[in-house]
């Protein structure tokens, strides 16, 4: 598909022209487009318009969004006469609490939200993932939109209906699985976002190559510097070839009794790494991803079920693009290797008392397992806690 904002007359000089990818979610009744591209923002009033069953809508957004984008949104809002109120939440992790969602539930029932109104999540996958939570129960379910602003969120966090906040208990352990009505990825925001930020959402776009598609691996060998670097045409074709995968895997397992797991590559070591430093902002998530995938392929390598050289090929890339592959810098830090493997089995992920992995046979090939020995986890985290 392509988008033109051309004005017409002699002083029509000003002509831009940009390529969107269309990917579609296909769940029935609960279908929904992901579009991305370039500059989308500028038009978003309309593709918006097109899903509200009345010109009315509510714009929930972080302040480092705000100051930034939302002037751009908020206008393409009114080029559309479509009428919005704005609630702007405090950047963070933190915000994806009962606090913050008491709040906006609250603003959307002042702001006079129908059931059939739809909200806008407007910035990362925390904005993202407690707006439609709220969505999912204000009214027993409204319809929201999201214009995801981090590279994590474009390719993983606004597609698929996972949504929820945080407890003392754990991460996103309260929320539902509600899906947007529609998902506008404009890759031109990420030019905002710190690099640290782009390189962790870079973990989740190669978790795609590394779980499903070899040939995406090579192609982000050659054209992930470049991404990284701002390249939006390299942007546009890496977003929708995670998104579709993502909407795929999705379509055959909206609630994750099956396949859909696979998109945890990483994240069993990695959300013990989390867990074990307190969330407390050492590692991104991405980065923990990233540390988790190069676990999962030398895991593998380890077991015998990945021919040798897959792990270091994975980590070299890792490494290439500035991300971290080990536990290198973080040895002190870290408890045992018993108390590690203790804390994945608090992990949401853990099913009877038993862990679940996600490993790989090769790179694009990653499976399920649901028997791996206990001991061979202990003595794999011993090794990486050892590694110099
Ligand atoms: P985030 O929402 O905290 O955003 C990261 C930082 O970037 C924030 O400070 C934010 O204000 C800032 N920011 C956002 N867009 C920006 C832009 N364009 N320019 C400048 N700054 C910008 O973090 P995230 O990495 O997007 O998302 C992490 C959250 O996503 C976690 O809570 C995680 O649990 C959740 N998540 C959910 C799913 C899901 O399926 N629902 C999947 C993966 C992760
Ligand atoms: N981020 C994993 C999922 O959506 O299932």
Redesign the pocket.
Known sequence: MTTSDATSGDDALDIAVTETDVVPVALGDRAYDIQIGAGLLDFAGDDIAAVLARPRTLIVTDENVAKLHLDTLAGSLSMADIAFDTVVLPPGEATKSFDHLRQLCGRMLDAGLERHDAVIAFGGGVIGDITGFAAAIVRRGMRFIQIPTTLLAQV??S??G?TGINTAHGKNLIGAFHQPALVLADTEVLDTLPERELKAGYAEVLKYALLGDAAFFHWLRAHGPALLAGDGDARRHAIAVSCRM?AAI?AADER?SGR?AL??LGHTFGHALEAALGYDGTLLHGEAVAIGMAQAFRFSERLGLCPTGAAAEVAAHLRAVGLPTGLKELHNRLPSAEQLTAIMHQDKKAEGGKLVFVLARGIGEAFISHDVAEADVAAFLQEELARP
């Open positions: 993983d966090s597609v698929g996972k993502k999705v994750e859909r998109l945890n």
